[in-house]
């Protein structure tokens, strides 16, 4: 109750800021684009991790107004990075099932690209197969809306929840991002990267675009880069960043 009462005035209070971790092409061993996460500093309680406080603002609403905050921040600082003549690629932002839900949602994303000029085709929103799961007909009016701007969409953590696939066939998906805990299993005994593997030949078969999250190790990098992974996103390769740090990185790679 304590960290809600914190977290309602989170926003206003400027305690929230968005970090940024690139995305690797495996077959170019280039910069693809960027994932922007959320991070939340509290005077009282110092760093909150995002597992526990986006749970939290799931569960009592509160992330339809953090996660417009984060759309809005990190789509302002992509088209302010874009006018200075970075190579951007691509911006993801998490969008949580409630927030899709919200009335109005498609709408909120069409204003928020036409008030910070972002290229619509350079975001792409990442999704969880709750969203998904949920009442089909409302979601799938609001991903077709976006579609039709030109956003992409992407399923976050895919494997780990309940999407049948016959819906994701149905659905307007043009990425998976594989779980990091199937990344992870590759190279161990229990597991062993058959999971991975799996669901690189479903989106191969589906004709989606596949993202490997949580890559640590050069075992797992060659393992997913064999496989015909597109893109690949970890520790190993950078950890997310701040503003400052990502400006940094450009001037150094891209
Ligand atoms: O960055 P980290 O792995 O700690 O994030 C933990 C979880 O929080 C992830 O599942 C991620 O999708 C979610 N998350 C991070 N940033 C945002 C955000 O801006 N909006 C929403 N809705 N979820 C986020
Ligand atoms: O659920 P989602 O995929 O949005 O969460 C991304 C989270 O995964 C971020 O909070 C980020 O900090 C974390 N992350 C990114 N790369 C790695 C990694 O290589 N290993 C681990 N354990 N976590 C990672
Ligand atoms: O600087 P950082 O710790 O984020 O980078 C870790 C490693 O990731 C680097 O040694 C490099 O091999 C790889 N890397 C980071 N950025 C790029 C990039 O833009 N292009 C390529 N090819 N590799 C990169
Ligand atoms: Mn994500
Ligand atoms: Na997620």
Redesign the pocket.
């Given at each position: 109750h304590n960290l809600e009462r914190h977290l309602r005035k989170a926003v206003g209070r400027g305690e929230l800021a968005m970090h940024y971790q690139?995305l690797?092409d495996i077959a170019l061993?280039?910069?693809s684009g960027m994932e922007a996460l959320m991070r939340w500093d509290n005077p009282e309680l110092g760093e909150v991790r995002p597992e526990e406080f986006i749970p939290l603002a799931e569960d009592t609403g509160l992330i339809v107004s953090i996660g417009e905050w984060s759309l809005r921040q990190s789509c302002r600082q992509a088209a302010t990075w874009v006018s200075q003549g970075m190579t951007l690629a691509r911006l993801a932002v998490n969008v949580s099932a409630m927030q899709v839900l919200h009335k109005g949602f498609a709408q909120l994303v069409s204003s928020i690209l036409a008030e910070t000029g972002l290229d619509p085709r350079l975001l792409e929103l990442e999704l969880t197969e709750s969203a998904i799961i949920s009442d089909e007909g409302t979601v799938l009016a609001v991903l077709l809306s976006l579609k039709q701007m030109g956003v992409q969409l992407a399923i976050d953590d895919f494997g780990i929840g309940y999407s049948s696939l016959g819906r994701l066939k149905r659905f307007p998906i043009d990425r998976l991002k594989i779980d990091k805990s199937f990344v992870g299993d590759i190279g161990q005994d229990s597991g062993n990267g058959g999971i991975a593997n799996a669901v690189i030949a479903l989106a191969e078969g589906m004709g989606m675009k596949v993202t490997a999250e949580g890559v640590e190790t050069d075992g797992q990098l060659d393992y997913l880069k064999n496989r015909r992974c597109h893109e690949v996103q970890g520790f190993?390769?950078?950890?997310p960043l701040t503003a400052l740090q990502i400006e940094a990185?450009f001037r150094q790679?891209?």
């Open positions: 690139p690797f061993g280039q910069y190993l390769l950078s950890r990185f790679w891209a």
